[in-house]
């Protein structure tokens, strides 16, 4: 799925009204009942519900949505905010329409703001997509009082006072949502972890706007959904055997660290290879044997830590970082792999630690090589960012600059390829935000490239089955209680 910004996004609802042909206000109420069904499937019409409108096409919504509610018997009242005179065209259709079913409250001053009980379901239709500066005035206010209230928040499209593609100042007044529903794609702002309160949970609905256009429209932004990933996955053939899926090595696991060569060896096992070595410090020989019988293990002559490689010549991919430590001697060892490896690679964890300590090897990194940072392995490896967006754009440039395929971990892990266009994941929750779930995504690409998958693929798959064993992880543990290892148990294709 793509992902466009607020200017590509008023071009293409104007595209489809010219050529589909739809009228603007037909567009509006198709939005409207798009909302209303997803309203519907989740609160019953017990549920009072309170509408905030602002006065452009984002408030016609709100205005339609009201009618159709009323019509369904919701017990519903709507609020418009007079912040200006100016209203468009669709919103004043839909205000004149509803006169005939409700009475509308207007909001001009402070004191005409409701209260917001906690039973209450407030819907926010102030602001949307045309966000064009920092709400403020009576729009403040009213934010304000839906932020303080006890009560569930609902944003149509976007919360309000949120911009689309673009980053806002720590002091706008932005409603905090329960949930966001957006029309026909998500939206850039939805990616990005400091805007986790301004958008809630986030929901898609289908409005119809013109499929052909999307596809005609230039972004470097995609969301990598379930049919994306899906088409992703290669099927087994039936006379295949162990040598079609490739012999992995991971490097990984020092003394004390052993663990994060067990669950990095364990996914890329579950992820699908054919074959596994894992080599690992001297002192991990019998643990790696027990812990992980299906797995051959090489061991390093050093007791402690990994200081030389194995002969890497029967490897169809090699992963390193998990549980590496950053000693010289391993440093080392590193500088020889880049020299000799002739297959695709992942470098993660302290592997990428030593990167950004030693420039030179990051210069030598082959081309298409995978490399997992979380924000702060980023920071060390490419330098710091003021905010979300100017991080996204210097990783854009760190992959194009260094031609690497780049996972830069977190909620909605962005997955960027050498050409800059970047893929943000689906899946994932909170609960695989514990020690070692990085090890096990190593794990899984290693696994996958190894499988022949290329490098963009493999990123993009692999992020993905990796949250999905997360999601399904977190269903039979929860959140809370679940840990690495259950990433790997549940991990399944
Ligand atoms: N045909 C369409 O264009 C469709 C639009 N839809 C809805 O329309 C929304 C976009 O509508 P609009 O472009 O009218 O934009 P908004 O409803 O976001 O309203 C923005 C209007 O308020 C002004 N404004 C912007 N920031 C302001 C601020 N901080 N304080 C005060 N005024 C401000 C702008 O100049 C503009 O006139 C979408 O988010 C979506 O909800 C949907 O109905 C689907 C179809
Ligand atoms: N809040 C979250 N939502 C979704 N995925 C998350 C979240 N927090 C962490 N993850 C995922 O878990 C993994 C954590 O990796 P990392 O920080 O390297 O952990 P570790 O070093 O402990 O193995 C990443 O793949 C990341 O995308
Ligand atoms: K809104």
Not at 394 to 420: D, M, W, Y
Not at 461 to 474: C, E, F, I, M, T
């Amino acid at each position: 799925m793509k992902i466009l910004s607020a200017s590509q996004v008023r071009e293409l609802d104007a595209y489809t009204i010219q050529n589909e042909p739809v009228s603007s206000l037909d567009l509006m109420e198709r939005a409207a009942r798009a909302f209303v069904c997803w309203l519907c499937a989740r609160y019953d019409n017990r549920k009072r519900i309170v509408i905030f409108c602002g006065k452009g096409n984002n408030g016609g919504d709100g205005l339609a949505i009201g009618r159709l509610l009323s019509g369904k018997g919701y017990p519903v009242s709507v609020h418009v905010v007079h912040y200006t005179q100016k209203a468009t065209d669709d919103f004043q259709a839909n205000l004149d329409q509803l006169g005939d079913f409700l009475a509308i409250h207007d909001i001009r001053h402070v004191e005409d703001i409701p209260n917001l009980p906690a039973g209450d379901l407030l819907i926010d239709a102030l602001l949307g997509s045309g966000l064009s500066r920092p709400a403020s005035g009576l729009l403040e206010k009213v934010i304000g009082a839906l932020n303080d209230s006890p009560a569930e928040v609902i944003s149509v499209d976007i919360a309000s006072g949120l911009y689309m593609d673009k980053v806002n100042d720590t002091t706008d007044a932005v409603v905090k949502p329960n949930h966001t529903v957006s029309f026909q794609l998500p939206k850039l702002a939805f990616m990005m972890p400091h805007n986790g309160p301004f958008v809630g949970n986030w929901h898609v609905v289908d409005i119809g706007l013109s499929q052909t256009r999307i596809d005609q429209t230039e972004t470097p932004y995609y969301f990598t959904d379930a049919p994306a990933a899906r088409h992703l996955i290669r099927a087994r053939e039936k006379f295949s055997h162990k040598g079609t899926f490739g012999h992995a090595l991971l490097l990984a696991g020092s003394y004390g660290k052993m663990g994060a060569a067990q669950l990095s060896g364990g996914a890329c096992l579950r992820a699908g290879v054919g074959l596994l070595t894992v080599h690992v410090a001297r002192c991990g020989y019998t643990i790696m044997q027990i812990a992980l019988p299906e797995a051959m293990v090489s061991v390093d002559i050093h007791e402690q830590l990994i200081t030389t490689l194995p002969e890497l010549a029967p490897y169809t991919a090699i992963g390193v970082g998990p549980g590496l430590g950053k000693e010289p001697q391993t440093l080392k060892a590193l500088d020889e792999l880049i020299e000799q490896a002739k297959v695709p690679m992942v470098w993660d964890a302290d592997a990428l630690n030593l990167l950004s300590e030693n420039p030179d090897l990051l210069k030598r990194l082959p081309a298409g090589t995978l490399i997992t940072p979380h924000p702060k392995e980023f920071e060390r490896l490419a330098g710091k960012s003021n905010d979300d967006y100017e991080r996204l754009e210097l990783a854009r440039r760190f992959a194009q600059e260094h031609s690497l395929v780049v996972c830069l971990k977190g909620a909605h892990t962005a997955v960027i390829f050498p050409n800059g266009s970047v893929h943000f994941n689906a899946t994932g929750n909170a609960g695989m935000a514990t020690g070692g779930s990085g090890d096990v995504l190593t794990g899984i690409l290693t696994s996958l490239l190894a499988q022949k998958y290329p490098p963009e693929d493999a990123a993009r798959l692999g992020v993905y089955q990796h949250g999905v064993a997360g999601d399904r992880a977190s269903r039979a543990r929860s959140k809370v209680s679940m840990i690495a290892s259950d990433i790997v148990e549940n991990l399944g294709w």
